[in-house]
């Protein structure tokens, strides 16, 4: 029998849909210009750019010119916050407000940031995930010159009010970015009704290719250019477009966003059955705000177990999940999203997440939870230090 494999970890990445492939294939061999050339074969390439930068657009609210391709969700997240620091530093300003979970790749710019003199505030959350909006208002001062805090958590889902924290920034005139590379296709977002000033997205998040991204910013916001060289994208980031794949982003970005709210409900009923299944297992505790989650999200923590061996062992019977954060496994630190929101050690250990998208039918729902269960079982079993808690327990 043919080994049966669920693929349950979107949130590192998808896979390239068949009809974003055929899309981009034009763009490698046959319509191949430079998209600054001025013959034909160029400015086909140009068109397709644009088009692609139309849908991406569109698909979040903003204008086609503050719209900015990239080569990745982390390029536009160093280039948000690192430009709008330099920018800010200009006026004197150099603190920076953002959260204990972002991704690291705005946590670790802004450590950089830290070491080149500006003060950081990392804001904290609550054990549900989510970050209080009072707290960003109390954190911005007179020299604050951004306030960087994420659409949705990459590890535990939590949708962040976004809206109230931009409108906060909005008020006390400090520019607001948000990392929504885990949002966009999954939450209908409108940068302009939304007060967005900055977002960062990511193509391989909803199903275009790795390696390309975009950076929307408002305009009329002087954000310094982030790679010097050529005009391309209004002289703001230099290098020839990888026009394939932003070929790719726009038709994937176009197919995420239709029917947005019956797909993600769909998604979430799946979810939910799962969810509800896996949290009969005994000593399990679901992480982050159950209900302003990713519709895709499960984080679960196992007590007793280490989430990277139970990871390890679902990967070897087909069902692919990851520990903690894709970008953390291999490392043995537990995972600083969960400690933010306040889980000891040995529960942020025992976490294991799966993100599931449209493909996972009701009855995949049925073997993941059989599969987790018994592999968590057996875990359970060939661990002295688990025994000996549960008879304590017992007694
Ligand atoms: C994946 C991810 C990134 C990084 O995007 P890349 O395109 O892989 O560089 C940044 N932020 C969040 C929240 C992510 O999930």
């Given amino acids: 029998m043919e080994k049966r494999i669920i693929y349950a970890d979107n949130a590192a990445t998808t896979a390239v849909s068949e009809e974003v492939l055929k899309a981009m294939m034009p763009y490698f061999c046959e319509t191949y210009g430079n998209p600054s050339s001025i013959y034909k074969a160029g400015r086909d390439a140009r068109r397709a750019v644009e088009e692609a930068r139309e849908k991406t657009a569109g698909a979040i609210g903003a204008e086609p010119r503050e719209i900015y391709f990239t080569s990745c969700g982390s390029e536009s997240d160093n280039w948000a916050v690192k430009s709008a620091a330099e920018l800010m530093a200009e006026q004197g300003r150099r603190h ?112 275009a290719p790795k390696g390309v991204g975009a950076l929307y910013i408002r305009s009329g916001t002087r954000l310094p250019s982030f790679l010097h060289g050529g005009g391309q994208e209004l002289g703001r980031r230099a290098g020839t477009e990888n026009v394939p794949a932003i070929v790719g982003l726009g038709a994937a970005i176009e197919a995420a966003v239709c029917d947005i709210h019956s797909r993600e409900a769909a998604v979430a009923s799946v979810r939910d059955s799962i969810m509800d299944g896996l949290l009969k297992i005994p000593y399990t505790r679901l992480n982050g705000d159950r209900n302003r989650r990713l519709a895709g999200n499960i984080n679960i923590s196992f007590e007793g177990i280490d989430g990277e061996a139970l990871a390890l062992m679902l990967g070897m019977k087909g069902i692919y999940v990851s520990s903690g954060s894709a970008c953390t496994s291999g490392d043995a630190d537990p995972s600083h999203v969960l400690l933010a929101m306040g889980l000891g050690e040995a529960s942020a250990k025992g976490a294991v997440r799966l993100t599931i998208g449209e493909d996972i039918t009701s009855d995949d729902a049925g073997y993941i939870i059989g599969t987790i269960e018994e592999t968590a079982e057996k875990l359970r079993r060939s661990s002295s230090a688990w025994q000996h808690m549960i008879r304590n327990d017992n007694t």
């Avoid at 535990?156 to 976004?162: A, D, E, L, R, S």
């Fill in 96 to 207: 920076i407000v953002t959260s204990a979970i972002e991704h690291h790749a705005v946590l670790r710019t802004c450590g950089y940031l830290e070491k080149k003199g500006f003060e950081v505030t990392y804001l904290p959350v609550g054990a549900d995930g989510i970050v209080r909006p009072a707290d960003a208002e109390k954190a911005i001062r007179r020299d604050t010159a951004l306030v960087s805090i994420m659409y949705a958590n990459n590890e535990v889902g939590t949708v962040q009010p976004v809206d109230e924290i931009a409108a906060i920034c909005r008020e006390k005139g400090v520019l607001f970015h948000t990392d929504a590379v885990q949002a966009v296709g999954h939450i209908e977002i409108d940068v302009h009704r939304q007060g967005i000033d900055m977002l960062s997205l990511s193509g391989h998040k909803f199903h």
